[in-house]
């Protein structure tokens, strides 16, 4: 029933710059917790960023300072601003995010299909 999709991937030069979005729809009664993740063909898929209801967030040590991550509750929706992109970002991105459906009474993680991300010159 909940549904994420996202958009915004794509090929972009190294030191560019990509926003990824995120909205879930559905039977939505509440979002906690929503992040972003990457993985690459044959690499572990990893945490990029997370950010919570209230808007705290966490980020991978290797996109501090380059990487924002932000949402807008009303929409329930995630972005993922990214600058000075480099190779080694290359991957497909997928966002999670945990939602209260209208027919259940707790929290349940629900993944998008995933947006690709190429940074090469």
């Known amino acids: 029933q909940v549904r994420l ?7 972009v030069q190294p030191g560019g710059s990509l926003r990824l979005s995120c909205e879930a729809s ?15 063909p044959g690499k ?17 040590d290797s996109v501090k300072g380059r990487f924002t991550i932000s949402r807008d509750n009303a929409k329930n929706t995630v972005y993922l601003q990214m600058l000075g992109l480099k190779p080694e970002d290359t ?24 947006t690709q991300v190429t940074v090469s010159s």
């Open 5 to 11: 999709v996202e958009s915004g991937g794509g090929l």
């Open 26 to 40: 559905g039977r939505i009664f509440d979002i906690n917790a929503m992040g972003w993740y990457r993985q690459a």
């Open 44 to 60: 572990q898929r990893d945490l990029v960023a997370s950010i919570t209801r209230g808007g705290s967030t966490n980020y991978a």
């Open 91 to 114: 991957a497909v991105y997928s966002c999670k995010a945990g939602v209260m459906s209208s027919s259940v009474s707790y929290y349940k993680d629900y993944w998008g299909q995933g």
